[in-house]
């Protein structure tokens, strides 16, 4: 607990429990029931706050009271302890009273202190994203009439500008870029819960690249062994191969992707799978750089980054012209 506040003997204690709404009500730590049990007084204001069935089912005698800080220091008089249940964001209006009238020095101020009832497991605010998105998809005018195929594009933006933030190193960019990513899906998700025939949600997402990651990764979750990536790609490759059943190492590869990007994944399956498949020839550009991609592939490069990167140049090429093109104006 972080004690704020010390008062003097006999002033009494404040204890501030806050619970996480991502936490299922209940399941509150063995201090918070301690303190709630051993409290003089227990308030909430909130009669709508999704602890106090559990609480009063536990045998908390719990007031629904939204007291001010100096009826909240009269109620601590006599060295009582008063706790009060809160959401995770604690309760500011109180929290700034009691500053405020420790600040004064007009009273002498009891113990106040914060003490967490449940902490958020990580990745709990994707409830959050869940929630918000469900309401989103109902209320507003745009949202609710979008489609998987409305929404494609989109995915495509969030993926280069994703693939740009990683580019340019910034991380801040990165967590934004992120995020959309993760919207697409949460998106697309949704309005798969709401078709006809309920074809799938959120959860059946998760559920599936959980059980993905599990199988393909034998070393960490079964009874094989991988102390180095080459293993550890061939295990995933292994029990790839065993899940598709693919008749063609063509199979997956989406041909609408960027054409470097194509090249270099056909290279690679082709060079996975041991195959000695040369190169079309032919007249004109296409052919030259198909050529140039299979070779950057062979040689560990990733022909769309090196590109990208070469471009990425150029631009800085092309604002340096132009800013001395402006200074000679």
């Given at each position: ?111 106040l202190e914060l003490l967490p009832g449940s902490y958020d497991l990580p990745g709990a605010r994707l ?77 059946d997402v998760a559920a599936g690249i959980v059980d993905k990651l599990i199988h393909r990764h034998p ?111």
């Open positions: 607990m972080n004690e704020i506040e010390t008062g003097g003997d006999g002033v009494g204690r404040v204890v501030l429990l806050t619970t996480s709404h991502r936490v299922a009500p209940g399941l509150l730590s063995w201090p918070a029931w301690q303190a709630l049990h051993g409290a003089d007084e227990v308030l909430c204001a909130d009669a709508t706050h999704p602890q106090l069935p559990y609480l009063r089912e536990a045998g908390v005698d719990v007031k629904q009271a939204a007291p001010t800080a100096e009826e909240l220091v009269r109620a601590c008089a006599g060295d009582r302890t008063v706790l009060v249940v809160a959401t995770a964001e604690g309760d500011r209006p109180l929290t700034d009273g009691l500053a405020r009238l420790a600040g004064s020095g007009r009273v002498p101020m009891p113990d409830l959050d994203l869940v929630q918000v998105m469900d309401r989103i998809r109902a209320e507003c005018p745009w949202s609710s009439r979008q489609t998987h195929r409305g929404l494609a594009k989109y995915a495509i933006e969030e993926a280069y500008e994703l693939v740009e933030a990683i580019e340019e190193g910034d991380t801040d960019e990165l967590r934004e870029e992120l995020g959309d990513v993760l919207l697409q899906v949460v998106f697309h998700a949704r309005i798969a819960e709401e078709a006809e025939d309920g074809a799938f949600s959120v959860d070393h960490v979750f079964g009874e094989d062994t991988a102390s180095t990536p080459e293993e550890v790609k061939a295990h995933w490759l292994r029990t790839k191969a065993q899940e598709k059943q693919r008749t063609s190492v063509t199979e997956g590869i989406p041909l609408g992707q960027p054409a470097l990007a194509l090249t270099a994944k056909l290279a690679s399956r082709v060079r996975t799978a041991g195959l000695e498949v040369p190169l079309p020839t032919g007249d004109g550009p296409g052919y030259e750089l198909l050529a140039l991609a299979a070779r950057a592939e062979s040689e560990g490069t990733d022909p769309e980054a090196a590109l990208r990167a070469a471009a990425r140049a150029y631009r800085d090429a092309v604002l340096v012209a132009e800013a001395a093109r402006a200074g000679r104006s």
